[in-house]
């Protein structure tokens, strides 16, 4: 291992906004902040939104500055990547902004029934024939309904058009409110999100943040002309959630 990442690592530890809870707090157990995220951690009763995979953090940081009237959590499990985030908020003393360091599969151990008001999934792998590691699988998809209130609002933002098509089948399969649907937000889909207004549970409108909040690969897809593709969707639904019939060959290439 580097002699920077193992800085990183050290600083890290000294980080108020960064959670990094060892595997037998988690596994097959309830972590101590579950269900007190919002008085032990932010000190509020604000909505709390989660980024999952949020890589350096750039897009809770800003999604955070943006709407100071919610909470955002950035979860990885990548140190060497959350340093930089939480770096930015202990400097800037940003009071609604923390990231969790652990494996998205023990979320439900870590957030309480109806904790969590949004979740962004942001450039996520695609997982391309591995289904059940997908962050849109049915299986995610009962973890996040364990935590998300009703009503709760998942956001899919990325380059692959495979991972989208999937998340978009298994929304219709399972007879999930569609909010919005997009194959290329910064081309011919633009302005019919505008036109849409849709909101979301912090009081700005949701589709402004597709455009103004941008990853570090994102910027990088879109300097190579990749199309960046859009979908959300309430969590709700009754009964298990099924795998979705869809056109895995057409779309994995």
């Known amino acids: 291992m580097g002699k920077d990442k193992l800085r990183k690592f050290k600083e890290n530890e000294t980080f108020r906004c960064l959670v990094q809870p060892k595997t037998e707090e988690v596994f097959g157990t309830d972590h ?17 939104v989660v980024e999952l995979g949020c890589g350096k953090g750039e897009y809770t940081i800003d999604l955070a500055l943006r709407n100071p009237q919610c909470n955002y959590i950035g979860v990885d499990i990548k140190g060497a990547r959350l340093w930089k985030g939480a770096k930015y908020a202990e400097e800037n003393s940003l009071p609604n902004v923390a990231f969790l360091r652990t494996r998205i ?79 290329d937000i910064y081309g011919k889909d633009r302005a019919d999100l505008y036109s849409s207004r849709m909101s979301s549970v912090c009081g700005r409108d949701a589709v402004d943040a597709l455009f103004e909040v941008q990853t570090f690969y994102e910027s990088q897809y879109l300097a190579q002309g990749i199309q960046i593709t859009y979908l959300a969707f309430e969590i709700d639904h009754e009964g298990p959630y099924i795998s979705p019939e869809w056109d895995e060959d057409l779309w994995e290439r």
């Not at 902040?33 to 509020?44: M, R, S, Y």
């Not at 979740?119 to 049915?138: G, M, N, V």
């Not at 998340?167 to 007879?175: E, T």
């Open 32 to 48: 101590p902040l579950k269900g007190h995220w919002a008085d032990k951690v932010f000190g509020n009763g604000h909505p709390i």
């Open 105 to 183: 599969e023990f979320i439900t151990s870590l957030f309480a029934e109806d904790e969590i008001s949004e979740i962004w999934i942001t450039f996520a792998d695609p997982q391309i024939h591995r289904e059940k590691k997908r962050l849109t699988s049915p299986l995610f998809m009962e973890r996040y309904r364990k935590m998300l209130k009703k009503g709760g609002i998942v956001h899919l933002k990325t380059d692959s058009r495979y991972l989208h098509e999937y998340s978009l089948a298994m929304a219709r399969q399972n007879s999930l409110k569609i909010l919005a649907a997009a194959t």
